[in-house]
């Protein structure tokens, strides 16, 4: 490694350690206070680099707020922070330490088998924690999936909160009488990069709706104005359940149907491969149409399996089209944004997931470009929450935990 890099490994390593609140990390100071579910993961993965004590430690802080139904909350409002909304009051979901009312892509399973890869001294911290993962897959099993396949009640549930792939299922929420609110992400960043306030209306307007039925998560995704299927969510809890099965093998723990649930839900892959269009697509179930986009979720196909020749050909035309990192939505797409969060940036630790899949596919070659790429991007720029994948602009929240950490573990690592 050059010396820039060691450098930068080192100012990773103090953004890790600068957004440690003791136990738990958070993605940034400032715009996201709290211990959210994806990040958290993936901050385990990084510290696990220098730490793997500290890096067992995020994922149990984690864990020990899971719900009694298995549900991992998606938000975990360890201590109140005038600078979010919406706060702990707003979710009222009742619990000590309260948290919100929806979950977050199931990383977990596959961020914690790197963890202990990277020290295998660990094996009775991830035995005790195989339980909990395995009552999450299960809680997706049961409050989730849907048809057959994974679905989000809530757009912040598929982590790519204002992806193009949920208008269609968003047309049919009402935001019209969610009374008036005052946002607090558009004073910490720039609100032209952020979802737009009607979809903010309809956010919240979900939020009010399960808050309304108890947060019951049956109801929820059976009731609901709201109920999309996510190839994003899709791909990584089959990916999850795979490497759950792997690591209970690893530590001698009960892999429970860890492996019969990677297969059931591989079985009911087929409904999101919108035939017309040539890609994995989001659906609404609701009203039983494809998104009809080609968006961010459909490139971790790899990482389950699930690659398919069309995919790898939109991959080379998605790269042809913008010069730096992968998009999150086909730049040729009349509603690509470069710089609106999950309507085209490219982002970091999303580049490493696809990047793992990718590699697993054999695809070595599409995985270390799009490393470098994202190595270049953080060189270049630093350690933003995302980048303007036509400029190669830095946008969002900088000093972000899951771009130090996926530099320290990926991208800042030549092979
Ligand atoms: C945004 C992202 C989500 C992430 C959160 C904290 O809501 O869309 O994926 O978990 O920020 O970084």
Not at 329 to 338: E, L, R, S, T
């Amino acid at each position: 490694m050059t010396r820039m890099s060691e450098s930068l490994d080192e100012r990773a390593r103090a953004i890790l350690l600068g957004n440690d609140r003791g136990g738990y990390t958070v993605p940034t100071a400032g715009l996201y206070p709290f211990q959210w579910n994806w990040d958290s993961a993936f901050a385990a993965w990084g510290f696990s680099t220098f730490d793997p004590d500290r890096a067992w430690t995020e994922l149990e802080t984690l864990f020990a707020h899971q719900w009694p139904d298995g549900m991992v909350p998606h938000i975990v409002f360890h201590r109140d922070d005038e600078g979010y909304f919406p706060g702990p009051t707003v979710w009222s979901t009742g619990r000590t330490p309260a948290t919100s009312g929806i979950s977050q892509p199931p990383v977990a399973a596959t961020m914690a088998r790197l963890v202990l890869a990277a020290d295998p001294s660990h094996r009775e911290r991830a035995a005790a924690l195989v339980p909990k993962l395995l009552d999450w897959h299960r809680w997706w099993i049961r409050a989730r999936v849907r048809d057959g396949v994974a679905c989000i009640v809530h757009p912040w549930e598929s982590g790519r909160d204002n992806a193009f792939d949920w208008d269609v299922g968003m047309a049919n929420v009402d935001g019209s009488d969610v009374g008036p609110y005052q946002r607090r992400d558009t004073g910490h960043v720039d609100p032209s990069m952020r979802p737009t306030k009607a979809e903010y209306d309809r956010y919240l307007a979900l939020v009010q709706f399960g808050r309304g039925i108890g947060w019951d998560q049956v109801r929820l995704a059976d009731e609901g104005p709201f109920l999309m299927a996510d190839p994003g969510v899709a791909f990584i809890l089959i990916r999850a359940c795979e490497d759950l099965a792997v690591l209970a093998a690893e530590v001698g723990a009960d892999p429970g149907d860890a492996a019969e649930m990677a297969e059931g839900l591989r079985a009911g892959l087929d409904t999101l491969w919108n035939d017309a269009r040539g890609h994995w697509d989001a659906r609404d179930l609701r009203t039983d149409t494809f998104a009809n986009v080609l968006s961010s979720g459909a490139w971790l196909c790899w990482l389950a399996g699930a690659g398919r020749p069309e995919m790898e050909a939109h991959l080379a035309t998605a790269w042809g089209a913008v010069r730096h990192g992968l998009p999150t939505m086909d730049p040729a797409h009349p509603g690509f944004d470069a710089r609106r969060y999950w309507r085209g940036p490219a982002w970091p630790f999303y580049n490493a997931l696809v990047a793992m899949g990718l590699r697993d596919a054999g695809k070595d070659a599409e995985a270390e470009r799009l490393r470098a790429d994202t190595a270049a991007l953080i060189r270049n720029g630093g350690f933003n929450e995302y980048f303007d994948p036509v400029e190669g602009t830095p946008c969002g929240g900088s000093d972000f935990t899951w771009t130090a950490a996926v530099w320290l573990t990926w991208a800042g690592r030549e092979r």
